[in-house]
C-alpha cells in the first residue's frame, strides 16, 4: 500500500539509510514527510471508490498513510519480504495476525517458551475456540508430533523470552514449507539485522518496532511481514471478498482489512517517522548489543554469586551452535541470569547504578527486572515451576554502554549481597 519496496544490491547499512529518499521525497529531502492527516482527498469519485475497492492510495488514516508506508517498505526490505502492515504495537500486530487468520475449530501449534503477554493471548483464542498445543520447539519432532488434521498454523519466537531457548527455525521451516502449513515466526528479539525471516522460510514475520529496531526506548510499534514464500491459494481462511488479484497479497489484504481496519491498532505517521528514524542505526547498536551481551555474560557466569546465566553465546547453552549458525556468531542482547539462593534479589536491584529497572526490552540502554515477581507473576508458582523461572532470576536486556560499566555495576551491587 503506497509505496511499491525496493529491493537493491547495496548491504543492509547502505540499503536502511538511503530507502526514504529513493522511493521519493520533495525538495531533496534524506526523510519521507510526516503525513499527520486524518483523510485524504480525492478529485475524481471513481478514483475515491476505486481506492476502496483495492487499488492503492489512501483513503482514511486508521488503515495507514503515506508516513506508515514508508515505513513499511523499509521493514519488508529488512526481511526480504514481499510487502509488511503496520501497528501500533508489537502485542497489535501479532493480535491481528492471528485472529485474523485463524477461525474456530482452527488448530494451532505454538512454542511453550512463549512470552508471557503472548502466552495470555493464546489463552484469549482458546476461550473463543481455537485449539492450542504447546510444544517444546527447539525439537522439531516435538513440532511435527502435534499435528492434526485441522492444524493451520505454526507460531514460534526466535529468541525466546526470557529463557533465551531458541526454536529450531529452520527445521520448523522447511517441515511447514513440505507439508503447507502457514509458519508464523516473532522475530523481535533477533531482528532482520541478524537474520531475515525468509532466511528460515517463515510464511510471516512478526517484529515488536519498540524494540530494537525502533531502539530509543520512545516510541511503539509493530509489524507484520510477508515473505512471500506461502501460497495463499491454499488457505481456506482467506475471506472470499479478499480472494482477488495476486494470490500474494491475499493474507496481508486481509490482516490490513480485518486487523487494523477493524481493530483499529493504527501506527500514527509521527511515530512511524521516529521509528524509520531510530532504524537507521539498527546494525550499528545490534553489533555492539551483541559484543557486550556476550561479555557480560561470560563475566557473570564465572562469578560465584551468580548461579546460571542463560545465553545462547555461551558454549553451554543447549542451542549454541544452532544459534551461532541462524545469526552469523551474534547471539542477541537477552539473557537470563539465576543469583545464588540467599540473595534478596530486590535488595540486590536496588544497588544497581547503570542498569535500569524496567520493563523492556532492545533498548541502547541495559535494563533489568525480576523475572517471577513481574512478567509472569500472573502465571503463579505452578506454571513457573513448570516453565523453569526461580524466585531468583533476572532478565536482562544488555544495551550500548561501555562493557567495563555495565560489569562494575554488577559486581558492586553483588559484593554488598
Known amino acids: 500500500m503506497g509505496f511499491e519496496t525496493i529491493m537493491d544490491e547495496n548491504g543492509f547499512i547502505t540499503s536502511t539509510l538511503h530507502s526514504d529518499r529513493r522511493l521519493g521525497t520533495q525538495h531533496g529531502a534524506i526523510h519521507q514527510p510526516l503525513h499527520p492527516s486524518t483523510e485524504f482527498g480525492f478529485q475524481d469519485a471513481r478514483e475515491l471508490a476505486a481506492v476502496f475497492q483495492g487499488k492503492a492510495g489512501f483513503t482514511y488514516s486508521r488503515q495507514g498513510t503515506p508516513t506508515t508506508a514508508a515505513l513499511e517498505a523499509k521493514i519488508t526490505r529488512m526481511e526480504k519480504g514481499v510487502g509488511s502492515v503496520s501497528f501500533a504495537t508489537g502485542m497489535a500486530a501479532l493480535t491481528a495476525t492471528l485472529f485474523t487468520l485463524l477461525r474456530q475449530g482452527d488448530h494451532l501449534i505454538a512454542s511453550k517458551y512463549l512470552f508471557g503477554n503472548t502466552n495470555s493471548l493464546l489463552g484469549t483464542l482458546r476461550d473463543l475456540g481455537v485449539q492450542t498445543t504447546l510444544v517444546d520447539a527447539t525439537d522439531l519432532a516435538d513440532v511435527q508430533a502435534a499435528r492434526q488434521p485441522n492444524t493451520r498454523m505454526v507460531f514460534v519466537e526466535t529468541i525466546a523470552n526470557p529463557g533465551t531457548q531458541v526454536a529450531d527455525l529452520n527445521g520448523v521451516g522447511q517441515w511447514c514449507q513440505d507439508v503447507g502449513l502457514l509458519y508464523v515466526v516473532d522475530a523481535t528479539l533477533s531482528s532482520p539485522y541478524l537474520s531475515p525471516g525468509r532466511e528460515f522460510k517463515a510464511s510471516l514475520v512478526v517484529n515488536s518496532l519498540s524494540k530494537h529496531i525502533g531502539g530509543h526506548g520512545n516510541a511503539l510499534g509493530g509489524m507484520v511481514t510477508d515473505t512471500g514464500l506461502f501460497d495463499w491459494s491454499t488457505y481456506p481462511n482467506i475471506a472470499e471478498v479478499y480472494r482477488n488479484g495476486n494470490t500474494q497479497n491475499w493474507g496481508l489484504v486481509q490482516i490490513r482489512k480485518k486487523g487494523l481496519r477493524d481493530m483499529g491498532g493504527t501506527l500514527s505517521s509521527d511515530v512511524a517517522h521516529r521509528l524509520a528514524v531510530g532504524s537507521e542505526t539498527l546494525p550499528l547498536r545490534m553489533e555492539r548489543i551483541c559484543s557486550n551481551a556476550l561479555a557480560l555474560a ?29 545469526f552469523g556468531q551474534r547471539f542477541g542482547g537477552l539473557m537470563s541470569v539465576v543469583l545464588e539462593e540467599g540473595i534478596e534479589i530486590f535488595d ?66 553483588l559484593a554488598q549481597s
Do not use: C
Not at 563475566?299 to 544459534?323: C, F, I, M, N, S
Not at 547503570?354 to 515477581?373: C, E, K, Y
Open 298 to 326: 561470560r563475566h557473570l557466569q564465572a562469578h560465584p554469586k551468580v548461579k546460571r546465566v542463560q545465553y545462547p553465546g555461551l558454549e553451554d547453552h543447549p542451542q549454541h551452535e544452532r544459534t551461532a549458525q541462524l
Open 348 to 413: 540486590f536491584l536496588n544497588r544497581l547504578k547503570v542498569f535500569i529497572l524496567a520493563t523492556h526490552l532492545g533498548d541502547n540502554r541495559s535494563l533489568v527486572l525480576p523475572v517471577a515477581h513481574t512478567i509472569y507473576h500472573e502465571m503463579g508458582a505452578q506454571q513457573r515451576a513448570l516453565m523453569g523461572i526461580s524466585d531468583n532470576q533476572l532478565r536482562i536486556s544488555v544495551g550500548i554502554e561501555e562493557i567495563s560499566d555495565l560489569t562494575t555495576d554488577f559486581d558492586q551491587a
